[in-house]
């Protein structure tokens, strides 16, 4: 099979470096991964990975998904202009109540997450569609199924981007294309890190409370648990990632945390929207202490698990 050109946003950090690794290092030789960046001042860890594969099955490049000109000029040089795998993976997140953010930090959220998608695609679909060979990968996110508290924006962004993709989709088949989002739930990368410390300096003088102290004492102060508990990898989301790249038909939905699974499933158990919603409030403010203490027991499960595969690998 020839070497596919794979184009990867968002390779500074987290789940787009671990990926472009990945794909580089791939023991078959079967992708060239251009692996891309807003700002290359940031490209140091990224290089490191990669290794000797840099400059060989990695090439990184700049591109700003908010700006069409930056997209624009890293496609151009790409031989061919040929990109045979985009994997749409930058973008950001914002919790809070939302008296206490500002419309232009909400517009950011959704120029990035959502029109950066749509800005990737309007300069690379068309050549798909002509080659009618192509594959799509988004990475979602599990707040593109159902909303979560305090995620208003950020669940908003993400809900934009499966529903452009599923009338997408549609199109997409009549050209030979294929469209797969991944929809991880929690992972902990530099995301994580960053939306946890813009929430805890995050002015909440604009809001009543009642919410406020909501947002702290219930929102911020599970946080961290959360991470610790359900949170998986990046390697691991880029692991899932390349399996359905690899895939004869791949889905055109992927969930990567089986943890997070049953909460997804609520939503698609009722149709009338319920079920998800009263599940999550009764959680969150009528039966936290159980709900705090399934996560330290899902914590303490994972790390027997790990402990038992470390036994199992043979002693230097
Ligand atoms: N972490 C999670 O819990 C989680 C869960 C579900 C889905 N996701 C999704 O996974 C994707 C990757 O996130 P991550 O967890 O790997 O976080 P991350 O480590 O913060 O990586 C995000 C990447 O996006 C880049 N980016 C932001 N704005 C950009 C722009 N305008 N143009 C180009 N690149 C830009 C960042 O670059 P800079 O370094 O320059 O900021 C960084 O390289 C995101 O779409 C996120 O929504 C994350």
């Given amino acids: 099979m020839a070497r596919r050109n794979v184009l990867i946003t968002g390779c500074s950090s987290g789940i787009g470096l671990a990926l472009a690794v990945k794909m580089a290092k791939d023991e078959q030789k079967r992708f060239k991964v251009y692996a891309t960046m807003r700002n290359l001042a940031k490209k140091e860890p990224l290089e490191e990975a990669a ?132 929809e991880p739930g929690p992972v902990v990368t530099e995301f994580e890190r960053k939306v946890f410390e813009d929430g805890m300096k995050m002015d909440l003088s604009a809001a009543d409370e009642e919410t406020a102290e909501m947002f702290t004492n219930i929102y911020l102060k599970n946080y961290k648990q959360i991470f610790q508990s359900l949170g998986q990898s990046a390697e691991d989301v880029a692991e899932h990632t390349v399996k359905i790249i690899l895939a004869e038909n791949p889905p055109f939905r992927h969930q990567t945390n089986t943890l997070y699974t049953p909460m997804t499933t609520l939503k698609y158990a009722d149709p009338n929207g319920d079920l998800p919603i009263d599940t999550f409030y009764k959680m969150v403010f009528h039966h936290d202490k159980i709900f705090s203490a399934s996560l330290n027991f899902i914590k303490l499960l994972r790390w027997r698990s790990r402990k038992s595969f470390d036994l199992g690998k043979p002693s230097q």
């Fill in 51 to 182: 290794g000797r594969s840099l400059g060989k099955t990695l090439e990184i490049k700049q591109l700003d998904v908010c700006d069409e000109q930056s997209i624009k000029t890293c496609v151009n040089s790409i031989p061919d202009r040929r990109i045979d795998i985009l994997v749409s993976n930058a973008g950001m997140g914002l919790i809070g109540p939302i008296e206490c953010q500002t419309i232009d930090e909400m517009k950011t959220v959704m120029d990035t997450n959502f029109f950066g998608l749509v800005r990737l695609l309007k300069e690379i679909l068309p050549d798909m569609k002509r080659r009618k060979n192509g594959h799509i990968v988004i990475i979602s996110s599990v707040m593109g199924i159902q909303g979560i508290l305090f995620n208003d924006v950020y669940a908003a962004s993400k809900f934009a981007v499966e529903g452009f993709c599923e009338s997408l989709a549609i199109q997409a088949l009549k050209f030979k294309l294929q469209l797969s989002l991944i």
